[in-house]
T-cell receptor, first 117, second 112 residues
Framework: EADIYQTPRYLVIGTGKKITLECSQT?????MYWYQQDPGMELHLIHY???????EKGDLSSESTVSRIRTEHFPLTLESARPSHTSQYLC????????????????FGSGTRLTVV | QKEVEQNSGPLSVPEGAIASLNCTYS??????FFWYRQYSGKSPELIMS????GDKEDGRFTAQLNKASQYVSLLIRDSQPSDSATYLC????????????FGQGTRLTINP
């Protein structure tokens, strides 16, 4: 049973449209992340949040924006989609803890595969 | 130099053999390390974590950490075709405020 949900799973949209990719989690984790990944390529961090009203840009420059109004919800928005935005978008939460081991590991959602035509 | 580096492969191993995946990291202060498996078109799933020097075993998987040499490895014994996937190494980099830094992934193919 998944504790982190991404919708939609697949999206095909025209150039210039505004889109929002949804990510929700039921674990109460403060830390959440958005990654972009092209097929067969590495993960690129595009946004992250350490809690409500906290958002930061990641390592890869992105034209997307994020918000964190509630702990469980971390949506990603593209104001004007372009073909260059075609990719898979992965949302993840990070396990909290004061110890080590599995603490601080990520749990990924199923991803949204976006195609901009 | 990348903070976490993997040989991108592809790595091809016959069924039943041991697959060995390697990862090096640059920040000597790095703590926990994680191995994720990612099937084509799917999201990464956590399979092993390690934070102490030495070996950690879980079923057919063994993670190895050598902090002096700054490398992490994953051994898969009795490899099965279902182990064919991309394996991602990730480290918790202290100066990254607990974010995980991922390597580029190693594509593994198990040949029947």
């Amino acid at each position: 049973e998944a504790d982190i949900y991404q919708t939609p799973r697949y999206l095909v949209i025209g150039t210039g449209k505004k889109i929002t990719l949804e990510c929700s989690q039921t674990m109460g984790h403060d830390k959440m992340y958005w990654y972009q990944q092209d097929p067969g390529m590495e993960l690129h961090l595009i946004h992250y949040s350490y809690g409500v009203n906290s958002t930061e840009k990641g390592d890869l420059s992105s034209e997307s924006t994020v918000s964190r109004i509630r702990t469980e919800h971390f949506p990603l928005t593209l104001e004007s989609a372009r073909p260059s935005h075609t990719s898979q978008y992965l949302c993840a939460t990070q396990t909290e803890g004061t110890g080590q081991g599995l603490n601080y590991g990520y749990t990924f959602g199923s991803g949204t595969r976006l195609t901009v035509v | 130099q990348k903070e976490v580096e993997q040989n991108s492969g592809p790595l091809s191993v016959p069924e039943g053999a041991i697959a060995s995946l390697n990862c090096t990291y640059s920040d000597r202060g790095s703590q926990s390390f994680f191995w994720y498996r990612q099937y084509s078109g799917k999201s990464p799933e956590l399979i092993m974590s390690i934070y102490s020097n030495g070996d950690k075993e879980d079923g057919r998987f063994t993670a190895q950490l050598n902090k002096a040499s700054q490398y992490v490895s994953l051994l898969i014994r009795d490899s099965q075709p279902s182990d064919s996937a991309t394996y991602l190494c990730a480290g918790r980099i202290i100066r990254g405020a607990q974010k995980l830094v991922f390597g580029q992934g190693t594509r593994l193919t198990i040949n029947p």
